[in-house]
């Protein structure tokens, strides 16, 4: 069974910190580092969005709306994915989503593999 498994989120203030974590098992995750992983959102009413990546080798890349503020990192040894948040704001609030896809995420490759998602809200 593939599984993507957040956990992390809750209700903060702003300027407060969150870190997310993304575990992943399954027979299908037995090679973990070949996945690339990303962190995407969905507020209500809107569309989801892609917040964050780390490619199968390494590379991160962040939405211009979340640079500098949040950081994206992988274990492959424990198959688990991270997103620390820090300066969160008000417009942070949404359903954080886990996905997986081997060799690379983009726009024209989303990811195959889906979380749950997990709740972060943001108070003023």
């Known amino acids: 069974q593939v599984q993507l498994v957040e956990s992390g989120g809750g209700s903060v203030q702003a300027g407060g910190s969150l870190r997310l974590s993304c575990a992943a098992s399954g027979i299908i995750f037995n090679i973990f580092d070949v996945y690339a992983m990303a962190w995407y959102r969905q507020a209500p009413g809107k569309q989801r969005e892609p917040v964050a990546g780390?490619?199968?080798?390494?590379?991160?890349n962040h939405a211009d709306s979340v640079k500098g503020r949040f950081t994206i990192s992988r274990n492959n040894a424990q198959k688990t994915v991270y997103l620390q948040m820090n300066s969160l704001k008000p417009e942070d609030t949404a359903v954080y989503y886990c996905?997986?896809?081997?060799?690379?995420?983009?726009?024209?490759?989303?990811?195959?593999?889906w979380g749950q998602g997990t709740q972060v809200t943001v108070s003023s």
């Open positions: 996905g997986a896809r081997p060799g690379s995420i983009g726009s024209s490759s989303p990811p195959i593999y």
């Open positions: 780390v490619s199968s080798g390494g590379t991160t």
